[in-house]
């Protein structure tokens, strides 16, 4: 059974920093992975995405800012968050990058971002 387990959230201040984990059980962390999140009112939406080679993708709101990188041998995907801005405030997801191979949803981790 497929378990996805995010953490490493928090209230940070702008321009702060945080670095989140996904913990990854069962066979979807052969996939690509993705960093996805959600803001009150607003659409999911993918942030980051890496394959199982390391390629990484980042939607334009975040690049230069966030760094996704996985651990193959601890089935773990993080995402290190730089310059932080209160529009990153929002619930953050990890699951496969493609929707096709989309598994259960974990409970996600919160960032906020305020001063």
């Known amino acids: 059974q497929v378990q996805l387990v995010e953490s490493g959230g928090g209230l940070v201040q702008p321009g702060g920093s945080l670095r989140l984990s996904c913990a990854i059980s069962?066979?979807?962390?052969?996939?690509?992975m993705g960093w996805f999140r959600q803001a009150p009112g607003k659409q999911r939406e993918l942030v980051a995405a890496?394959?199982?080679?390391?390629?990484?993708n980042y939607a334009d709101s975040v690049k230069g800012r966030f760094t996704i990188s996985r651990d193959n041998a601890r089935n773990t995907v993080y995402l290190q968050m730089n310059s932080l801005k209160p529009e990153d405030t929002a619930v953050y997801y990890c699951?496969?990058?493609?929707?096709?191979?989309?598994?259960?949803w974990g409970q996600g981790t919160q960032v906020t971002v305020s001063s």
């Open positions: 699951n496969a990058a493609d929707p096709l191979r989309f598994t259960s």
């Open positions: 069962g066979s979807i962390f052969r996939e690509a």
């Open positions: 890496i394959s199982r080679g390391g390629s990484t």
